[in-house]
């Protein structure tokens, strides 16, 4: 699965939490929890480069994470 079907799919269901009995705007997933199922779903020499180009994902939007993730897809395609 790409990265930014990933993110999208976990977007996704983030917004339909509120959806499900007693659940509140408070019950949806913070970007920073977003982040970190990323960051646990991405392959070890992904996370090897980010320690090694010192990309800390915590310091980062998800944009950015999802780009450099993106990065790391299209380099190991060549």
Known sequence: ???SHLVARLTELN???T???Y???DSKLSEDEIKEILEFAIPNKWKKQM???RFHVY???LTQVL???KDME?????
């Open 23 to 25: 659940a509140t705007e």
């Open 1 to 3: 699965m790409k990265v």
């Open 59 to 61: 310091t980062k939007s």
């Open 19 to 21: 959806r499900y009995p």
């Open 67 to 69: 780009e450099f993730c």
């Open 51 to 53: 320690i090694l180009q």
């Open 74 to 78: 299209d380099y190991e395609k060549q």
């Open 15 to 17: 917004d339909q939490l």
